[in-house]
């Protein structure tokens, strides 16, 4: 019975290291695939890069993962917008293939807040939030 286990052992040893060193190595540019592609402002929620492009008629939210556009469509959500005392909210629709939407007019300014919960298909909601510049 030993000598089963003393054979078995190092077999099992090697199968368990296997797939680490089978695995490709992950690799991803930090720096550049969270960084603004609308020029907006960028949160970072798990995996999924969230960016608020902000114009007094309309606000939008572009969702990546690592750099790769994230589907929007069938996803729901609504907006909170806190400029001084002044607090606006508005519902989110999707809008071409990674962002959603909501009609305007807002009052913007440096330090407004955005608070988001956006539900994508299939998914569970997830809250967002923003500050401007």
Same mark, same amino acid.
Request: glycine residues 10%.
């Given at each position: 019975?030993?000598?089963?286990?003393?054979?078995?052992?190092?077999?099992?040893?090697?199968?368990?290291?296997?797939? *680490? +060193?089978?695995? /490709?190595?992950? &690799?991803?540019?930090?720096?550049?695939?969270? =960084? !603004?592609?609308?020029?907006?402002?960028? %949160?970072?929620?798990?995996?999924?890069?969230?960016?608020? *492009? +902000?114009?007094? /008629?309309?606000? &939008?939210?572009?969702?990546?993962?690592?750099? =790769? !556009?994230?589907?929007?469509?069938?996803? %729901?959500?609504?907006?909170?917008?806190?400029?001084?005392?002044?607090?606006?909210?508005?519902?989110?629709?999707?809008?071409?293939?990674?962002?959603?939407?909501?009609?305007?007019?807002?009052?913007?300014?440096?330090?407004?807040?955005?608070?988001?919960?956006?539900?994508?298909?299939?998914?569970?909601?997830?809250?967002?939030?923003?500050?401007?510049?």
């Amino acid at each position: 019975m030993k000598n089963r286990f003393a054979l078995a052992l190092p077999l099992l040893l090697a199968l368990a290291a296997a797939p *680490v +060193a089978a695995s /490709e190595p992950h &690799v991803h540019d930090h720096a550049k695939d969270h =960084q !603004p592609r609308h020029g907006g402002v960028m %949160t970072l929620i798990g995996h999924q890069d969230w960016e608020l *492009v +902000a114009k007094t /008629e309309r606000l &939008v939210i572009y969702v990546s993962d690592h750099g =790769q !556009p994230t589907a929007t469509a069938g996803a %729901t959500g609504k907006l909170t917008l806190l400029t001084g005392k002044t607090k606006t909210e508005a519902v989110l629709k999707p809008t071409g293939k990674n962002a959603l939407e909501a009609a305007g007019p807002f009052q913007l300014g440096a330090g407004s807040k955005v608070l988001a919960t956006i539900t994508l298909a299939g998914q569970k909601p997830t809250a967002v939030r923003f500050e401007l510049k």
